[in-house]
């Protein structure tokens, strides 16, 4: 789990910018001896996020599907878009979009934060704290035989 879901949990928690109130979870062995994991997480009264994520994939696999209120079809994001891969900038209109790997936003933000000593105020290291937590959460419940667990909903 933690070699595959922080990316895709990550970007749930920047997108909704608040932590799931209930995490629905199972853990599956594929016919490769691969694992795959199939998270659920509700966020408020109307919007899921469904991950799956693992290597017991035939090929690799990123995918995020979201579930609003009011939608009858998910919002789907293939995180293995080529779109994703190239350059450090696209324009949006007015807006610039970073486009860098997660991992380095997050360590470029956390080295900064380190030399101006100000770790507290990097959303993305936030971030990176809370969905480390939902991880200990679901692997800790798994080794339960729970397949649910209840988060501490609030805005990040």
């Known amino acids: 789990l933690y070699d ?9 928690l920047f997108l909704l910018q608040s932590l799931p109130k209930n995490i629905k979870f ?7 001896n691969g694992e ?5 997480m509700t966020f408020g ?21 979201v579930t609003v209120k009011d939608r009858e079809n998910p919002l789907h994001f293939n995180l293995s878009s080529q779109f994703l891969d190239h350059g450090t900038t696209e324009s949006l209109g007015k807006e610039m979009l ?4 997660p991992m380095e936003v997050l360590l ?10 100000v770790l507290s105020s990097h959303y993305s290291l936030k971030i990176a704290f809370e ?3 939902i991880m200990n959460l679901i692997t800790t419940a798994e080794g339960f035989g729970l397949s649910e667990v209840i988060g501490n909903e609030h805005a990040l």
């Open 4 to 12: 595959w879901a922080p990316h895709s949990i990550g970007i749930a």
């Open 36 to 40: 795959v994991w199939f998270l659920e």
């Open 108 to 117: 470029t933000e956390f080295h900064e934060g380190v030399k101006n000593q």
């Open 45 to 65: 009264d109307f919007t899921k996020v469904l991950i799956k994520c693992g290597n017991g994939f035939e090929k690799k696999k990123r995918d995020v599907s």
């Open 131 to 133: 969905v480390t937590k």
């Open 98 to 101: 970073d486009m860098r790997p």
């Open 26 to 32: 199972k853990r599956s062995v594929s016919v490769n």
